[in-house]
């Protein structure tokens, strides 16, 4: 029983370290408490969108097409007859999973490459910095544009596009915290004890830079559904029947005379979720900043 108690009271206190930091963070502004709300309302509705969807995104009624709001249809109709509100629920989902994607890959494959290239310096750091600048050099949307119309209109071609596009600024962000890290004492101790590069880079640097990268993250959420639905737009991501956000605008913008909610309610959707996100990564990028509340040091070896 006794053994029992020890082994929760860590996870408690942690709860409870969880709880007042989150407490901290929504009490520094109200455009926090808004941006948490509105992250978390997409989240939701992400996770349980079809679910409370009235209609199936995907079901025709040419008997009921262009239809305003209404009570049977709350963002009323396309041109098909398809239940907007519906296909904007579902939309959620997709971009917030592409979104998670994207940003996983770009964040797996730059934080690697940067990690590495600070830590070992020399040659390497000079080849991977020379390949980053490589990529950094064309404009993000047009790279990620001109590759995804190479590969073919696709969902999942965006998704790769934009995961290429994204990388390089994690490995400069990675690189640049592990410059700052390397000669460190916790570092110098691990070298002095024997530990490998390997066993420095995820024993002690990754800990000491995931909070940046978590700041960053946050703030790329809305700019990879941004971007995403950007090239949805273009017609090189989603592609019919898929409810993506972009594509129902692309489908709607011809009716922005006669049947305004069609391109309006998605539109607003996606302005509002990006909205939220940033939002949300700019207070965390204030809260963490060290010449605002302290250094990260106290996360260190």
């Known amino acids: 029983m006794i053994a029992e108690q020890v082994a929760a009271e860590p996870e408690t206190t942690g709860g409870r370290r969880a709880l ?30 079809r679910g409370i969807a009235p209609h199936d995104p995907n079901e025709l009624d040419l008997a009921a097409t262009l239809q305003g709001p209404a009570a049977a249809h709350w963002f009323g109709t396309d041109n098909l007859g398809r239940d907007l509100f519906s296909r904007v629920l579902a939309g959620a989902r997709i971009s917030i999973e592409v979104a998670v994607i994207i940003l996983f890959l770009s964040v797996a494959f730059g934080t690697l490459l940067g990690i590495v290239s600070g830590l070992v310096g020399g040659l390497v750091d000079e080849i991977i910095m020379r390949i980053t600048d490589l990529f950094l050099a064309f404009p993000a949307f047009i790279l990620a544009a001109a590759i995804a119309a190479t590969l073919g209109p696709s969902l999942n071609h965006t998704v790769l596009a934009l995961a290429v596009v994204f990388w390089p600024w994690y490995t400069r962000l990675a690189r640049g915290q592990v410059l700052s890290l390397r000669e460190r004492e916790f570092v110098l101790a691990a070298r002095v004890a024997g530990a490998g ?51 129902i605008i692309t489908d709607g913008r ?33 809260w963490i900043d060290p010449r605002l509340r302290g250094s990260l040091g106290g996360v260190e070896g």
């Not at 703030?219 to 972009?246: C, H, K, M, N």
């Not at 309006?264 to 996100?277: E, H, I, K, Q, S």
Request: charge should be positive; aromatic fraction near 10%; proline fraction near 5%.
């Open 197 to 247: 590069t390997m066993r420095i880079a995820t024993g002690h640097l990754v800990r000491n830079v995931l909070p940046i990268i978590i700041v960053q993250v946050s703030l790329d959420v809305g700019y990879a559904i941004l971007a995403t639905s950007a090239l949805s737009f273009l017609g090189l991501g989603a592609q019919p029947p898929t409810p993506e956000w972009g594509a």
């Open 20 to 49: 007042r930091a989150t407490r901290r963070f929504l009490g520094v502004s109200w455009l926090n408490v808004l941006g948490a709300a509105i992250v978390v309302l997409v989240l939701f509705l992400a996770v349980l969108g």
């Open 254 to 286: 011809s009716y922005i005379q006669t049947a305004w909610w069609f391109p309006t309610f998605p539109g607003l959707a996606l302005a509002v979720t990006v909205l939220g996100f940033n939002l949300l990564g700019d207070g965390l990028r204030d």
